[in-house]
């Protein structure tokens, strides 16, 4: 019986796996290379994978397999996978099939009606649709309903273990600390220095496309394994084992295409890092997004705008354009400014536009405020974080997508991302003190053979945190992040 | 109950298509863009696909719902509907699963057998997993067990209404009047007069390039609904509704690529043009292979290689290289000469090559010959209909991949195409007598119309006869392709 029943649970998990694979092609397709009027019958395509997902999850016979080889005693990978699966069975059993469709129906019709709300820059276009979405996303937790914060059933879903309550100290810290570094760098003689040498100069698109596939071939990506190509928005999808794909696009600043094929292919080689020998199981996942992300941010920040990289990229980038002065250069690449956008933020300000959505996402589900108070909170809350304000919805509560797609509890995963890549950037350069002079050489060996291993060949083997407390001895520390910030910025901006 | 009924078989049919589609661009994503290494996981997801296909198809839900539904008075286009459906889930629903599984595995391991055959030049690498698939389609032709010829169970499968009785008169007169064809040809002044001016002559990749998106433009190829891209071997695919995708390939002629683009895109102006009102039930699709290659071949042939199509494109292709005789040109492009290769052949032995595999395939399902006799048989008719032998077994009975898929029956469709596409020609040339000075500007727009209106949207509402009935006047008449022949080489060869 026992053996029949961990037949069936695995041959779930691999279909599920191939479900996922080929929903992920779909997306990538729509995204790169779909004619533009395929779209209709292409979301009639991705909701019939979904729901062949959801059926096969919630089926009685895997549940009722499951249940009993939890009143056997399994041991090693097997019990972690069972445990893992289990787990993620029972959260989708306890969302019945209606809420699922409602859910996916309310967030279909609000990212549309967000998008409207952009194009008039109107808050309000958005306000009904966002007050349809919270209400019921917090249905949803009340029926998953983990313990402590309302909001921790949504946040478990992004970051396993994580609650609002471990969350809060940590945060308000970091906010305390963040604000006070931009306080010493805007009081510095270098601030606002800043000289525009990227949009001063024109790289071109095949300039631009050859830094790109440079960098994401020296991190290592395979490209027997992995492709590039070109969309809307930069994302890494996972097609299938060895079928990982990353995007890049070309922006007014020329950097970023660069620094986003450096963000994107650290997703791309953590993916292609994770376990082969669970490739059909839930153990060959990662354990949370902010893991996720802490690969990308590493190779992004520690290292994509360190000074050792530039020192190495210089060269290339100086060939294109009219540069000489590498120091001014390399100040420009990390300039802090107040921005009011998260996603052009520099790495100082990052973490405070993430928690103040936090904050407010928080009290939304915790049904302390009300979305038609959003616009005013994120405002005064700017002004308090930032010292400025938005002008507008759009530079303002409406520049985010996650909301209109109900994705409440994804966005501290950026910040405890952050945060896991400081503290793994840490436990590197204790490795090889010398790492340094690798990096100057474009030679990111080292760097990406420590991360398979200590971080990537886990899989979802283990939660976040242990995680990190096996790659760098313990868990998450803020303090190892507020080290790194003021470490760098105190020598760009010598202060 | 009715009513019940009639939604749940449209819900299936539009499951079905679904899944096809999402099959289509598995299919397509591996012979264009897939990272080499991501095959094993992508041949899973295939299977898996299938089986989710399978299942659908044999359910029990949807055969009761479909017998009850049998018995009432249905009419219109849903009788139309239900006849055709319950027909493919009847032949479904005589093969067991096993069956399909066992085909599925052998001709995998006929297609790698195949490829090893090839690579050695040896048939006997590949005889054994042949004579495999021989038997286990036998075994489903039996099971199928139309009337008449074992083979027409498989025939019916790519060209529903056909069958070998009706086909060995047909194409026994058409195989005397080629080769007296090719006999006059041959004894003409001009033959063998061919001065390779292509070969002769550097087509960059570049133009090439834009000579295939050039021409598929002018035939009508929406780039709103339709992509171009490079693949190993051309095909056209339809991922779904409004997203049809063809494919090109540069090889040593520089003809090749073009030519390829003309047939693929007839094809995909036939997907484009299916009647919309059907996309998500049976009768959107085609009623037949031969009714499908009808499009492709006409516009290849027909269009593509007449002296009007040229007088516009020789401009261009003048421009490129050093051309200045256009009726030399014109020649070389409508060349006869014996080849041994099908796919590489001229109009005239086109339908020879064909006929000599109908014949082979015939005897095979028929049991009158054993697949170790192929390779002789195969020389010995090349002999007889060719006047020369193939020098290996690459050149001769290694050079298609049918059969190591397991297709028996599909090659008849390859000819009956090409007869119809002289049929659709003769019929517009009687609607629009003088529609080569619409041709020779390169405006193709009238034609386009004309197959949306009399072929394209009846969709698979009739079977392929009387679609060309209707179109033409008349069902299947291969007077009119000989014709056809006669008055176009007479010309050429001046016989």
Redesign the interface.
């Known amino acids: 019986m026992e053996k029949g029943d961990l037949k069936l649970i695995k041959k779930y998990q691999?279909?599920l796996t191939?479900?996922e694979?080929?929903a992920a092609?779909?997306d990538w397709?729509q995204q790169t290379?779909?004619?533009?009027?395929?779209i209709?019958?292409?979301a009639?395509?991705s909701a019939?994978?979904s729901e062949?997902a959801h059926d096969k999850i919630v089926s009685e016979e895997l549940f009722n397999s499951l249940k009993r080889l939890k009143r056997k005693k399994i041991f090693g990978d097997d019990k972690l996978m069972l445990d893992r699966f289990y787990k993620r069975v029972e959260r989708a059993r306890k969302i019945p099939r209606s809420l699922v469709s409602e859910i996916a129906r309310a967030t279909s019709l609000g990212h549309d009606a967000w998008q409207r709300a952009r194009d008039k820059n109107n808050f309000e276009v958005f306000r009904p649709y966002l007050e349809r979405i919270v209400e019921l996303k917090r249905k949803e937790a009340k029926l998953i309903s983990l313990p402590g914060s309302l909001y921790n059933s949504l946040l478990d879903d992004f970051e396993e273990g994580m609650t609002a309550e471990k969350l809060k100290p940590i945060f308000e810290k970091l906010k305390i600390e963040l604000i006070e570094i931009i306080r010493k760098i805007e009081n510095s003689k270098e601030y606002g220095k800043r000289k525009n040498i990227f949009l001063g100069n024109k790289f071109s698109k095949e300039f631009q496309e050859r830094m790109v596939r440079d960098v994401a071939k020296r991190m290592g990506l395979?490209?027997?394994?992995?492709?590039i190509?070109f969309s809307e928005h930069p994302f890494t999808t996972k097609?299938?084992?060895?079928?990982v794909?990353i995007t890049f696009n070309i922006r007014e600043s020329p950097l970023f295409s660069f620094e986003s094929a450096v963000h994107e292919s650290g997703h791309a080689l953590y993916e292609l890092g994770l376990p082969e020998k669970h490739?059909y199981d839930v153990l060959g996942g990662t354990p949370s997004l902010g893991i996720h992300e802490s690969q990308s941010r590493f190779w992004e920040n520690m290292i994509g705008k360190s000074k050792d990289f530039w020192s190495f990229y210089f060269k290339k980038f100086k060939e294109e354009a009219n540069l000489n002065n590498f120091e001014e250069f390399f100040r420009e690449v990390n300039s802090v400014s107040k921005g009011m956008i998260r996603i052009e933020s520099d790495e100082v300000h990052y973490c405070l536009h993430v928690i103040l959505r936090f904050e407010l996402e928080l009290a939304l589900m915790e049904g302390k405020i009300k979305v038609r108070d959003l616009p005013k909170l994120w405002n005064e809350r700017m002004k308090e974080y930032f010292g400025k304000t938005p002008k507008t919805d759009v530079e303002g509560v409406l520049q985010d997508v996650h909301w209109s797609g109900g994705y409440f509890g994804y966005f501290p995963t950026y910040a405890l991302g952050t945060i896991y890549a400081s503290q793994i950037f840490a436990s590197l350069k204790k490795k090889y003190p010398k790492i340094e002079e690798d990096i100057r050489k474009g030679n990111f060996r080292k760097i990406k053979l420590w991360l398979n291993e200590n971080v990537h060949s886990f899989g979802s083997k283990m939660l976040a945190e242990e995680v990190i407390k096996k790659a760098c001895g313990e868990g998450l520390n803020v303090e190892i992040y507020i080290n790194y910030l003021n470490d760098k910025y105190s020598k760009i901006y010598g202060f």
Do not use: T
């Not at 290379?33 to 395929?38: A, E, I, V, W």
């Not at 395979?222 to 492709?227: A, G, Q, V």
């Not at 097609?239 to 079928?243: E, K, L, Q, S, Y």
């Open positions: 691999k279909e191939l479900i694979g080929v092609l779909l397709d290379y779909m004619p533009k009027s395929g209709l019958f292409r009639e395509q019939f994978l062949i395979d490209e027997e394994k992995s492709r190509d097609i299938g084992i060895n079928d794909r490739a």
